[in-house]
């Protein structure tokens, strides 16, 4: 169980707090959705979910065991709004064994099947324009990055995303 309790962000840069008493709790595999008006603090949020931002009060918890920025940024994979941005491979199977060369060919198979894109060419740039790739597919693609990132680290990874709704 993911546990937030009174959490707390507040940089030294803003006069008043961006998260002040946010508390959530969501069980393993359940899905969470944070809405809120724009500004109201949801990319934050995630941020310090990913371990991307440190909380300034309050505590993040997996079950008993606090959570440091530097578990989460194991336990967490972050998709951001336009993922592509953040594509450093020239191929989908060199962008899946970023940081990670190690991976064989089934554990990227894995990552991939995961996802719904098994099958899908190695050898093609991940950039949807290039792969001829839908956003849902590019969405799709970028989870299953994230995954491979902590999937081989520990058994349950905590997976975020952003998606917009109009
Ligand atoms: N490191 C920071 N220092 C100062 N202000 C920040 C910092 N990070 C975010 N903010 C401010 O905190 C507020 C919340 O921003 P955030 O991007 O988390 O909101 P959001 O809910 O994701 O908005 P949107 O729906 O537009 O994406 C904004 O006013 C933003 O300018
Ligand atoms: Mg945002």
């Known amino acids: ?33 944070i809405v ?26 997996w079950r008993e065991q606090e959570l440091l920025p530097m578990h989460l940024q194991q336990l967490a994979g ?8 953040h594509f450093c491979g020239k191929t989908i199977l060199e962008e899946l064994r970023f940081g990670h060369p190690e991976l064989r060919l089934e554990q990227v198979q894995v990552a991939l099947q995961e996802v719904g894109l098994e099958g899908v060419a190695l050898s093609v740039s991940p950039i949807p324009s290039a792969a001829g790739s839908s956003g849902g597919s590019l969405w799709r693609f970028s989870s299953s990055v994230s995954r491979i990132c902590c ?11 952003r998606c917009a709704v109009s």
């Open 1 to 33: 169980m993911l546990y937030l309790k009174n959490l707390v962000y507040h940089p030294p840069a803003t006069p008043t707090p961006i998260l002040q008493g946010i508390n959530l709790e969501l069980a393993p595999q359940e899905m969470g959705l």
């Open 151 to 161: 999937f081989w680290m520990n058994p349950w990874p905590v997976w975020i995303g």
């Open 36 to 61: 809120g008006p724009s500004g109201s603090g949801k990319t934050t949020l995630l941020e310090i979910l990913a371990g991307m931002a440190e909380k300034t009060g309050g505590g993040l918890y």
């Open 78 to 85: 972050i998709v951001f709004q336009f993922p592509e941005r």
